[in-house]
């Protein structure tokens, strides 16, 4: 199941992505708790939305998403985190929520959806699942996160022109 993150549900959230090993945890503090609270504080604009895929059995988050309209630009939207409990992984909870997170923009008017993420090892995993699908390599900046650590920019074009 699917859901909006509700208030209660950060701890968790911030321990999930510290879980998959891309987070220390001050990093996940500092960006993904103080993102969390600011959504709920009503901080970001309602193009701001964080998806919770839950166990139907537990009810337990293990997995979720984070994604925003971009104001700079036409109808654009980011997916700034994705992430699934490593006990999770392969069975089918990033595949559900990354295609939601593409019907949520497309219903929301958004044609494009860019993903931004490290070109190191540790995103190998994400890097594969995006270009599965359908996310092509759209740039990339050489030593952006740090030297030897390039950003790599993914694009979907999840509407057809008008
Ligand atoms: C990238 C990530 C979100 C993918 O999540 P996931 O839940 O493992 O993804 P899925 O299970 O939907 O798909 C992964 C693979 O498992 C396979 N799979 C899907 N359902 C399956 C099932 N029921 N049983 C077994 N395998 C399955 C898929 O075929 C897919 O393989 P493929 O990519 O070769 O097609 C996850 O690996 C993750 O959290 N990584 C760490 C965090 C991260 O890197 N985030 C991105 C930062 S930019």
Redesign the pocket.
Known sequence: MIRPAAPDDTPALVALAIS?G?FQPDEADALLRAVLDDLHGGRLGRDHLAAVWCDAATGRPS?WAYFASNDKADRVWDLW????DPA?????????LLSFVESEVRRRGGRMLL?E?SALP??A??R??YE?RGYAVCGRVPDFYGEGDDKVVYVARVATAP
């Open positions: 998959t891309l997995g985190w994705i992430g699934v999770w992984h392969g069975r089918g909870v990033g595949d559900a993903i993420t540790p995103t995993r994400a594969r699942f599965k």
